[in-house]
């Protein structure tokens, strides 16, 4: 700490007056203190109305120490044993209790003393904001190792399942066409080895031909984004492949991903790479629930998962049931999502729940598909568990009252009469603290402004645990009634 280098200078008319407005413009909060064991507070200032609000005039009369939380009390012992050695003052962090939060208040103090007959000034600056932007810091990192974890779950889950493919596959880059990716049934169909495939022009491939159909068909995919069709030869060996074509895009760059199908009975044989037990395998595995079901949801198979999150042992439990007998709001979600996946045959993220046997209730994002047509008409379903999500925004409405669109969103899920129950306390608690607000904490004009005796309105002070109230409390209110 430096100290001005000639205060009497420019400070000795400084009267008490003025000396108190410096004192409380640099500080949220500054105690006067009486000298002795314990020390007194004599008189507050606030620089801060947040910290006003919190505090108001509770603490003067009260010693210092009594005022702090238990954690802090040694910290106010040092500060004080400093400032009346008239030591160069050290800050220290003190936490306060907050009537109105469930958090303490923390303040940064420094304490001096002043005068002769050894009164003690404590200036403190509130930490609050610094301690919210750190929790939103945190919240930020955890939030980002979450949606980093996804990825590389999502990344993982793309790898596998491209390698394991039994569909010779391709990714090229739009601009360049050459190979970025290949799997392992792409580099059998092209007898080439995946390292030889990498960096390739994907023309080079195939015949003169092929070469010509396959720039048609890139260009068109490219301009119009619609996927389509066209056969060509390899260049090594001479078989012929039906070549489909799709664009994407990712990272604002655009590729191309190149399905090679073998014409049956056109030279070379097929290539299976027959893998379906590995891929049942991973879903059988996945952490999120995976569910096959007829058109009218009746389910065909479901995954471990699944059967967590529904509270039952085995598969054969839920196979032939409905899978609506434990999704959501019953006669509502199922026929949202059927009814979406009708006119768009795929839905992503639809937020609802999942009800067990034994009464637990999870909440989950589907992902849906319908197949309609073909030898196999089914529905499949992906569930992934978002109950355990904190977000910083559930976080900071924790102790708030449920908003309307809350509300709404338990309707199907909580008995209509719960939902009047608690509509009717929010609003009822809300009222009384806007009351409170009004008459400046003056509990006879807030009952009388809402209608009440002091009797019952300190009957829901209690209920709803709001203001402090003591055996005294009590009294006043029974000497009212």
């Known amino acids: ?134 929790q939103r810091l945190l919240d930020t990192q955890q939030s980002m190792d979450r949606e980093y974890a996804r990825l590389q779950q999502a990344e993982t889950r793309h790898r596998l399942l491209f390698q394991v493919s039994a569909e010779a596959v391709l990714i090229a880059d739009a601009t360049t066409r050459k190979i970025l990716e290949a799997n392992p049934a792409s580099s059998a ?16 491939n195939f015949d003169a031909a092929g070469k010509r159909a396959l720039d048609t068909l890139l260009s068109t995919v490219r301009a119009t984004g619609r996927t389509d069709e066209v056969r060509a030869k390899a260049a090594r060996g001479g078989a012929e492949f039906v070549i489909a074509a799709s ?97 768009h045959a795929s839905i992503r993220l639809f937020a609802t729940t999942l009800r067990g046997e034994y009464g637990a209730v999870t909440d989950v994002e589907i992902c849906a598909v319908s197949i309609p047509d073909g030898d196999v008409r089914c529905l499949g379903f992906t569930m992934r568990n978002v109950g355990q999500r904190v977000t910083a925004e559930r976080r900071a409405h924790k102790d708030r009252p449920r908003s309307v669109e809350q509300l ?18 929010m609003i009822e608690k809300l009222c009384i603290e806007a009351a409170l607000e009004l008459t400046g904490d003056n509990r006879a004009s807030a009952a009388e402004i809402l209608g009440l005796s002091r009797q019952s309105l300190y009957a829901k002070l209690r209920r709803y645990n709001l203001g402090d109230l003591g055996p005294a409390d009590d009294e006043q209110a029974g000497a009212a009634h």
């Open 189 to 204: 169909l092209l007898d080439l080895s995946e390292a030889a495939l990498l960096g390739r022009g994907l023309a080079d």
């Open 1 to 134: 700490m430096k100290q001005f280098s000639s205060a009497k200078k420019w400070l000795s008319d400084v009267d008490a007056e003025t000396a108190a407005r410096l004192v409380t413009a640099s500080a949220d909060v500054a105690l006067i203190l009486s000298p002795g064991n314990p020390a007194i507070i004599r008189d507050v200032a606030f620089g801060s109305e947040e910290v006003a609000n919190e505090i108001g005039s509770k603490w003067i009369g009260e010693p210092w120490i009594d005022v702090v939380a238990p954690d802090s009390r040694q910290k106010v012992v040092e500060l004080l044993e400093e400032a009346a050695s008239e030591s160069t003052p050290r800050r220290r962090h003190i936490n306060h209790h907050s009537p109105g939060s469930a958090d303490d208040l923390p303040i940064l103090y420094s304490a001096t003393r002043i005068g002769s007959k050894g009164r003690i000034v404590a200036v403190g600056r509130s930490l609050r904001p610094i301690a919210a932007l750190q």
């Open 247 to 343: 664009l994407f895009r990712e990272d604002r760059s655009s590729y191309f991903l190149i399905r090679l199908t073998p014409r049956k009975g056109a030279g070379a044989a097929p290539v299976t790479v027959n893998r379906s037990s590995r891929v049942l395998e991973i879903v059988a595995a996945s952490p999120d629930a995976f569910l096959v079901t007829s058109l009218d949801g009746r389910i065909e198979y479901s995954n471990r998962a699944f059967l967590d999150m529904v509270q039952l042992a085995a598969e054969e439990q839920v196979r032939g049931e409905a899978v609506e007998r434990w999704l959501g709001r019953p006669g509502v979600d199922f026929n949202l999502l059927t009814a979406h996946l009708r006119d």
């Open 408 to 425: 709404t969103e338990l309707v199907g899920r909580v008995p209509l009469k719960e939902l009047v129950r608690e509509s009717s306390d």
